[in-house]
Each structure stands twice: as C-alpha cells, then as structure tokens.
C-alpha cells in the first residue's frame, strides 16, 4: 500500500470552530489532493496541490483552505465548520512518470461531524 | 455538465452474470483513466488502468474509446465479491498541471 496517511481519522466538532485534517505522505509524489464524500455526489475535489505551496481550488472550495509547507504534508483547514462540512474527507496523491499522470492512491479518510 | 458523469445504478445482478459500466467524460485533453474500485466506508482503490487499445485483468476488461470519449468496464462471470461501488476516474493535465477528476460512482450489487 502507497505511505499516505489521513489524521485524525474522526472528528467530532462544534459549529463555528475550526478544524485542521493532515494528510502525511511518504512516497515524495508532487501532487496532492482533498475530496469530500457525500451520499449522492461522490467524491468532490476541494483543493489540491502540485507542489510546495502550490495549491488551487476545486469545485467545493467555499469554506476550505489548504496549505503544503513541505512535499509530505498537506493540510486542510475548515475555517469556521458548518454543519454542511459533515462528510467523509479523502486525500489523494499521485505522480507524473514520463509524461503520463499515474494513478491516485488514497488515505483511509476521515469522518468529520459538525454539531 | 458534469467532467465525467457515471450510471449511478445500482446494477443488481446474479452470480455469473457479465455487467458493462460506461462513463463519459468532457475534457478531450485528458490523458489517463482508470477504473476504481470502492468497498462501503472504505477509501477507494486501483481496479485497472484504461489504455487505448483496451486491456483486460483477469474477469475484468476495460476500453477507451477517445473519438466518442467514453470508458467502459466489463465484468464477467461476476462473484459475490465483487459488490461495490465503481468509480471512474480521468486525469488530466490543465496547464502543465495534473487534475483527478472522479465520476460519482457505480454500485453494482451482485446477487446469490
């Protein structure tokens, strides 16, 4: 299995606090990746990142902010969580070999509960 | 629309039968596809990769087709373990910069 690995892997939070979720990764590839989860809409890209802070949105990015300070780390930050942030969150990551994008790997996710 | 649009199903068939998925996806520049495979709250994970010529893994058989910008996966001979959730996947490099895109997922329940 890829090195990647999602903390915490639950997190029950209030509204309105915010909330950081790690994704770690050992295998130095350049891109990386947050989805959400839910019933109905699969898995949505919130943020990514090809390379030390470089980052840009995805499609549900409203709310969300990222950074990579470092290749191995990504960070994900619920500014002020809502209850519409309760999800299943995935992070991703993959490579470029010769041209050719390789496959995702993922984390285990984290489940997050805004109350 | 949507980047890439998946049957959401379910696709509720007996053991041994053969089910085909089909996914469409937008973006004519994108460069790799994949098939992937996600078990109930579990994270997703590599089935197979999707060459132009078509390539097959056992049981399982998946096409690109460019000109119409569809991927299929074809199971045969289908087993209860087979039950999950099939999610199509396309890569594509916007700006020199590689993007993941996923389809929301096809469940295919197979039955005794």
């Known amino acids: 299995d890829a090195g990647i690995t999602q903390s915490p892997r639950h997190k029950v939070t209030e509204t309105g606090t915010p909330v950081t979720l790690r994704c770690h990764q050992t295998?130095?590839?350049?891109?990386m990746y947050w989805y959400r989860q839910d019933p109905g809409h699969g898995l949505r890209l919130i943020h990514y990142s090809y390379g030390v802070k470089d980052t840009d949105k995805g499609e549900v990015s409203d709310g969300y902010s990222v950074s990579r300070s470092k290749t191995e780390d990504f960070l994900l930050t619920l500014e002020s969580a809502t209850s519409s942030q309760t999800s299943v969150y995935f992070c991703a990551i993959s490579e470029t070999r010769q041209g050719w994008n390789t496959e995702a790997f993922f984390g285990q996710g984290t489940r997050l509960t805004v109350v | 629309r949507k980047e890439v649009e998946q049957d959401p199903g379910p696709f509720n068939v007996p053991e041994g039968a053969t089910v085909a998925f089909n996914c469409t996806y937008s973006?004519?520049?994108?460069?790799?596809f994949f098939w992937y495979r996600q078990d109930c709250r579990k994270e997703p994970k590599l089935l197979m990769s999707?060459?132009?010529s078509g390539n097959e893994d056992g049981r399982f058989t998946a096409q690109l087709n460019r000109a119409s910008q569809y991927i299929s996966l074809l199971i045969r001979d289908s087993k209860l373990s087979d039950s999950a959730t099939y999610l199509c996947v396309v890569s594509t490099s916007t700006g020199g910069y590689q993007k993941v895109t996923f389809g929301t997922g096809t469940k295919l329940q197979v039955i005794p």
């Open positions: 999707v060459y132009s």
């Open positions: 973006n004519s520049a994108s460069q790799s």
């Open positions: 295998e130095n590839h350049r891109y």
